[in-house]
């Protein structure tokens, strides 16, 4: 039994078609331009770098932007346009396996405390509330450094401090939806618990959950650099956007460009996610898409 909701969402979906570009907003589709820039140099990074993005040349270190590096070198002679392209696969990665990771884990404990309700919802949410009660990056740089400094635990800890928004915003959803009329005809036709969770409830929640997830994956890539900056995430020679600017800021007032290109790429990558964010908004609610 399909539910109204989902029927409402593919009428909704098939007027955007049928009507005005998804993305009106010039800014909403330069957003996607750009992420499709930054997912092609990470999926093709040996191509599009021009040089080994760890290989040293102590003859050409701290060389300005030029013909032959675009972008500068650091201060071991890497050429930081290369390093800027596999920084984009790093960071992508961090976002893709932070979402993938708090979005599942979180909508899951939002799902079952929703529907569940009673001393479940309790239990659950109270845990949840611990986790949202502490700053992000903060709970994020204590976690990173009880497990000690990587990558993998960076993301790790990323994840862990991110799951609770999930489950705070897929139980509000449940909650919404769970006394609605299609939910009480499937349960009168016998349906379990298991399938009405998973094919009349979780896909009426989708929509909130896949805009959080946007702005989630620029909140990643930041969060990532931030713990990469003070040393708790990636470490070097890794060329991560933000080891780059770490290695950088000793050298900011006499080679500026070892940081600024790297905090530009920060800038445009999660600034283009969070615009990506609106557009899924204004997408599935159409009252709130602005004129352009």
Same mark, same amino acid.
């Given at each position: 039994?399909?539910?109204?909701?989902?029927?409402? $969402?593919?009428?909704?979906?098939?007027?955007?078609?049928?009507?005005?570009?998804?993305?009106?907003?010039?800014?909403?589709?330069?957003?996607?331009?750009?992420?499709?820039?930054?997912?092609?140099?990470?999926?093709?990074?040996?191509?599009?770098?021009?040089?080994?993005?760890?290989?040293?040349?102590?003859?050409?270190?701290?060389?300005?932007?030029?013909?032959?590096?675009?972008?500068?070198?650091?201060?071991?002679?890497?050429? =930081?346009?290369?390093?800027?392209? @596999?920084?984009?696969? =790093?960071?992508?990665?961090?976002?893709?396996?932070?979402?993938?990771?708090?979005?599942?884990?979180?909508?899951?404990?939002?799902?079952?405390?929703? @529907?569940?309700?009673?001393?479940?919802?309790?239990?659950?949410?109270?845990?949840?509330?611990?986790?949202?009660?502490?700053?992000?990056?903060?709970?994020?740089?204590?976690?990173?450094?009880?497990?000690?400094?990587?990558?993998?635990?960076?993301?790790?800890? =990323?994840?862990?401090?991110?799951?609770?928004?999930?489950?705070?915003?897929?139980?509000?959803?449940?909650?919404?939806?769970?006394?609605?009329?299609?939910?009480?005809?499937?349960?009168?036709?016998?349906?379990?618990?298991?399938?009405?969770?998973?094919?009349?409830?979780?896909?009426?929640?989708?929509?909130?959950?896949?805009?959080?997830?946007?702005?989630?994956?620029?909140?990643? =890539?930041?969060?990532?650099?931030?713990?990469?900056?003070?040393?708790?995430?990636?470490?070097?020679?890794?060329?991560?956007?933000?080891?780059?600017?770490?290695?950088?800021?000793?050298?900011?007032?006499?080679?500026?460009?070892?940081?600024?290109?790297?905090?530009?790429?920060?800038?445009?990558?999660?600034?283009?996610?969070?615009?990506?964010?609106?557009? $899924?908004?204004?997408?599935?609610?159409?009252?709130?898409?602005?004129?352009?």
């Amino acid at each position: 039994m399909a539910s109204p909701a989902v029927g409402a $969402l593919r009428l909704r979906g098939a007027g955007l078609r049928a009507g005005a570009p998804v993305f009106a907003n010039p800014l909403n589709a330069a957003a996607l331009a750009l992420i499709g820039a930054f997912a092609i140099c990470a999926v093709l990074a040996p191509i599009v770098a021009p040089y080994d993005p760890l290989a040293q040349a102590l003859g050409s270190r701290l060389e300005p932007p030029s013909p032959e590096h675009w972008l500068g070198t650091d201060q071991l002679g890497r050429d =930081i346009a290369s390093r800027l392209v @596999y920084g984009a696969r =790093i960071s992508l990665v961090i976002g893709i396996v932070v979402v993938a990771l708090a979005g599942v884990f979180g909508t899951l404990v939002g799902l079952v405390a929703g @529907y569940a309700g009673g001393l479940v919802d309790e239990t659950l949410m109270r845990v949840t509330e611990v986790f949202l009660a502490f700053p992000p990056l903060i709970l994020a740089m204590a976690i990173a450094g009880a497990l000690g400094p990587s990558l993998t635990n960076a993301i790790i800890a =990323i994840a862990a401090v991110t799951w609770a928004i999930y489950a705070r915003l897929t139980r509000g959803q449940i909650l919404s939806l769970r006394r609605r009329e299609f939910v009480e005809a499937a349960r009168a036709i016998g349906a379990s618990r298991a399938r009405i969770l998973a094919r009349h409830l979780l896909p009426n929640a989708l929509a909130p959950l896949l805009i959080q997830a946007s702005f989630d994956m620029g909140s990643a =890539i930041i969060s990532a650099a931030g713990l990469s900056f003070i040393g708790f995430g990636a470490q070097p020679p890794t060329p991560e956007w933000g080891v780059m600017i770490s290695e950088g800021r000793n050298f900011i007032s006499t080679q500026p460009w070892l940081s600024l290109f790297p905090g530009l790429a920060i800038l445009f990558a999660v600034g283009s996610f969070n615009l990506l964010g609106d557009g $899924l908004r204004d997408l599935f609610d159409p009252r709130l898409r602005r004129s352009v």
